[in-house]
């Protein structure tokens, strides 16, 4: 491998991932920040020698669900997918492991 951790913050990949109000049921708008911040917390230690996670609301219906990033750049599917290939990660089983993550934190967060 080419690569040395813990890799500095610039180098990671900064997953943005964005969280429909609407996730959290009919009321979710009244708890879509705070359920972020406890999504923040409860994924920051998932693959956090490459990752850098931001889970923010999604307000905005334009700006994509999931958005990668590394030294600034914003990165297309397959360079993201490029970038996990590094850590023997592949980027559909990466996204599908995040989606399930998120739905068990809704459920938790709900008290379901």
């Known amino acids: 491998m080419d690569y040395e951790l813990p890799l500095p913050l610039y180098k990671k990949l900064t997953v943005t991932f964005r969280v429909e109000p609407g996730c959290l049921g ?3 708008a009244e708890h879509i ?3 972020c911040k ?3 917390k409860a994924v920051a230690n998932l693959d956090s020698d490459f990752v850098r996670w931001v ?3 999604r307000y ?3 700006l994509p669900e999931t ?3 590394t030294n600034g750049k ?3 599917h397959a360079k993201a997918s490029a970038y996990l290939n590094v850590f023997s990660k592949d980027l559909d ?3 599908e492991h995040l989606d399930e993550k998120l739905s068990e934190l809704i459920d938790e967060y709900l008290g379901r």
């Open 26 to 28: 009919p009321d979710g």
């Open 33 to 35: 920040e705070g359920f």
């Open 38 to 40: 406890h999504a923040k």
């Open 55 to 57: 889970i923010t609301p």
């Open 60 to 62: 905005d219906k334009a």
């Open 67 to 69: 958005e990668y990033r």
């Open 74 to 76: 914003k990165l297309d």
């Open 93 to 95: 089983e990466f996204e």
